[in-house]
């Protein structure tokens, strides 16, 4: 057998970043919410005792911390009494859970093209391990292994599982696997794994493996849509390509920038934001040299500027930048510009700030 020619992304270049590496798309937390609530558990209350922010899925930036996923998979079985959880999760994923990745799969023309793109793309979904494709005269095989412990059994069932959905939107319902091996050991719900897959399987495998009619998987299918398809492909590249060409102070300022609340998050909201714990995002800004505190700051102090040259209200001003009261934001303010809000507003029109600062001083 032969490995599979894999083309990369030109704008992507190894090794992976922080926030990437370390996080997964928010759909997967949604998708996990969406099946607890269908089996009557409450799905969004698991995810945050887990530590995810629900109230982040609408933000499409948003990435799950592996962390927090690594805990809700077990708890999801342990609250539902379900070994396949993850099974159950694959049923419920749709295409819109992975963003314009999951259009551009779901866009293409043929299960081989499909595959090839999923692994070219996995960086964003972050399906970890080493994985390749494998093509012999009959067969293509889709085969990675994951070090023990490193992913959760449900978490692996669930990706394999939607992996197959994928197949069956772009060849039809019929369509099933030759074989599947799993790493994981067998379940007691064995009749929900052969339901799903539709075809032998092996537990307590070396690696996890898909093997399918290579016939079926290289046959193209009409009406395919090379222009939509490229457009996809552009948005998941510009999607990583944000991530990998920004420094973690550019990204902490984009979240303070593009943030849906209106006051200003605080460090542990922002980790939460970079998909990424607390302790994890502090320890990262001081090999930088770099101290949350600073930064946010840095970013109150350029917004308070421009703000109030703009003629926002100084209470506005303070609100929404995450102090409590308009006082509190006028010693602040004091610190950074040397002056008091109103005097700043008063000398920044037509002034230069630095001046205005320097003039200041020279009052007082």
């Known amino acids: 057998m032969v490995r599979a020619a894999v083309l990369e992304c030109p704008q992507l270049k190894p090794p992976l970043p922080l ?10 937390g949604l998708a996990v919410a969406d099946t607890l609530d269908r089996l009557g558990v409450n799905g969004r209350r698991l995810l945050e005792d887990a530590g995810a922010s629900p109230d982040l899925w609408g933000d499409p930036d948003y990435r799950v911390p592996v962390a927090v996923m690594q805990r809700a998979w077990p708890a999801a079985v342990a609250a539902t009494g379900d070994d396949a959880f993850g099974i159950h999760v694959a049923e419920q994923l749709q295409v819109h859970h992975f963003q314009s990745l999951g259009l551009a799969l779901v866009s293409s023309d043929s299960i081989a093209d499909m595959l090839s793109r999923l692994s070219r793309y996995r960086q964003a979904i972050n399906a970890l391990g080493d994985g390749e494709i494998r093509v012999s005269p009959v067969t293509i095989t889709l085969e990675f292994r994951i070090p023990a412990g490193e992913v959760a059994p449900t978490a692996l ?86 991530f990998r060409a920004s420094s973690l102070a550019e990204r902490i300022a984009y979240v303070f920038a593009n943030r849906l609340e209106d006051a200003l998050p605080d460090e542990a909201r922002v980790a939460h934001i970079l998909g990424m714990s607390r302790r994890s995002l502090q320890a990262h800004l001081q090999q930088e040299g770099l101290a949350f505190r600073a930064l946010r700051q840095t970013y109150q102090a350029q917004e308070a500027r421009r703000l109030l040259a703009a003629g926002v209200p100084v209470t506005t001003v303070a609100y929404s930048l995450g102090f409590s009261d308009s006082s509190n934001f006028a010693r602040a303010f004091r610190r950074w510009q040397g002056c008091s809000p109103s005097r700043y507003r008063s000398f920044s029109d037509g002034m230069d700030p630095a001046f205005a600062k320097s003039r200041s001083r020279s009052r007082s």
């Open 19 to 28: 926030q990437l590496r370390e996080s997964t798309l928010g759909g997967w």
């Open 157 to 242: 069932d669930a990706f394999i599982g939607f992996t197959v959905k994928l197949c069956r939107l772009l060849a039809g319902e019929t369509f099933h696997p030759l074989e599947v091996a799993l790493q994981r050991p067998c379940p007691k719900s064995q009749a929900v794994f052969g339901n799903w897959f539709a075809c032998p399987i092996r537990y307590g495998a070396s690696n996890n493996r898909l093997v399918l009619d290579r016939r079926a998987v290289e046959r193209r299918r009409p009406g395919a849509n090379p222009a939509l398809i490229a457009t996809l492909e552009q948005q998941v590249c510009d999607y990583l390509a944000r």
